[in-house]
């Protein structure tokens, strides 16, 4: 019988499959904690998506998703695209449209503009467009292609797969444009909403800091959205779920903490288009230390329809860890944190108003 050979070359690549992939495409991939502007990020011609772009994979995903950046040059399009895993994306800036189709069916045209977010649903195809001819149209978007990639490793079979997800996308003239359905717990099953940043909202006070919400349910993925809002010299309660929650600043100034349990805290301070992805089982909290109400994007897991990816805690993150839940009331507090709230409003010459919240807390 033959022997196996011997190998003096090690068993795998440098990085992972997501990694390589990344490489090949020849932008930069960012990592850490936080970005303080997406507007800002700077980008690298994309030869494969016919534009700028970066990606950003943060140490807050485990590489289970990521986001990139991409920005459509004045007048242009993008090449048209094909993919094996979810994307959700929101328009950072400018204007413009986009065409999806599955292959040989009928093409399915809205328009976008800035605060507007959607999915090109899993493996149809799309082609973005620049709707004006002077600024260039710039997106972020949260892809589930790190674990996909990984898994599968196969570029090919992730970019050429024929199979179309008829259950998701069957080519409906009114795909991005009905109205959609809601359902309790503040969710809406969309696959367009025109502006995430002036959508009106509905309270959740379990989150205190007067909290609202609305979550968004999009091109049946796994992959989900919210927006969330809080008051003015106010912050939200401390909780932990799983990895890969991207929270885009839409308004406000604040900042946030995020701690390993029993482990030093980190804080990263934000404005309006800043990026912050907590890491799985971390706490984090968020602040609201300016004179506007602040209100952020999450782009993430947690699909209320498709859920359970990756330990997403669904029920549990407004559940007080003393019920078994994942979030610490304010009077269990760590008081450095109420001081360091009131140090950052005194700073910022707002007056907190935390009082009204700690009371019905208790
Ligand atoms: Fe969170």
């Avoid at 288009?273 to 890491?279: H, K």
Wanted: aromatic residues 12%; contains cysteine; proline residues 6%.
């Amino acid at each position: 019988m033959e022997q196996p050979k011997i190998s003096t070359t090690p068993i795998a690549e440098e990085g992972s499959s997501y990694q390589r992939w990344v490489k090949s495409e020849g932008i930069p991939l960012i990592g850490g904690f936080f970005i303080e502007d997406i507007q800002k990020v700077e980008l690298a011609p994309w030869e494969s998506k016919g534009g700028l772009g970066a990606r950003i994979c943060l140490d807050g995903t485990g590489e289970t998703n990521d986001a990139y950046i991409c920005e459509i040059p004045a007048g242009k399009s993008l090449k048209p695209q094909k993919h094996f895993f979810e994307e959700l994306v929101y328009i950072i800036s400018g204007k413009g449209a986009t065409t999806i189709w599955n292959p040989g069916g009928p093409k399915r045209t809205f328009e976008w503009q800035e605060g507007s977010l959607f999915s090109p649903p899993l493996n149809s195809c799309y082609q973005h467009f620049n709707g004006s001819g002077n600024e260039p149209a710039r997106y972020i978007a949260v892809t589930s292609a790190p674990c996909m990639v990984n898994l599968i490793h196969s570029l090919d079979f992730i970019f050429n797969c024929d199979y179309v997800f008829k259950d998701r996308f069957n080519s409906e003239d009114d795909y991005f444009s009905k109205p959609g359905t809601w359902y309790s717990g503040r969710t809406w099953q969309t696959n367009f909403v025109s502006d995430v940043r002036n959508l009106q909202l509905l309270e959740w006070k379990e989150r205190g800091g007067g909290a609202s919400q609305v979550r968004f349910e999009l091109s049946e993925n796994t992959l989900c959205g919210h927006v969330s809002q809080f008051g003015v010299g106010a912050y939200k309660k401390a909780h932990f779920h799983g990895p890969g929650a991207h929270v885009i600043i839409l308004s406000g100034q604040g900042y946030s903490l995020l701690w390993p349990p029993g482990q030093p805290i980190q804080r990263y301070d934000w404005k309006p288009g800043s990026l912050v992805v907590p890491p799985a089982n971390w706490f984090h909290q968020h602040f609201n230390a300016g004179a506007e109400p602040a209100r952020y994007l999450a782009l993430r897991w947690g699909s209320q329809k498709y859920h359970e990816m990756w330990g997403e805690g669904k029920g549990k993150t407004d559940i007080d860890v003393k019920l078994g839940g994942n979030q610490i009331e304010y009077e269990d507090e760590d008081p450095k944190v109420k001081q360091m709230f009131e140090e950052a409003c005194a700073k910022a010459g707002v007056k907190s108003t935390m009082d009204r919240y700690y009371k019905k807390s208790q």
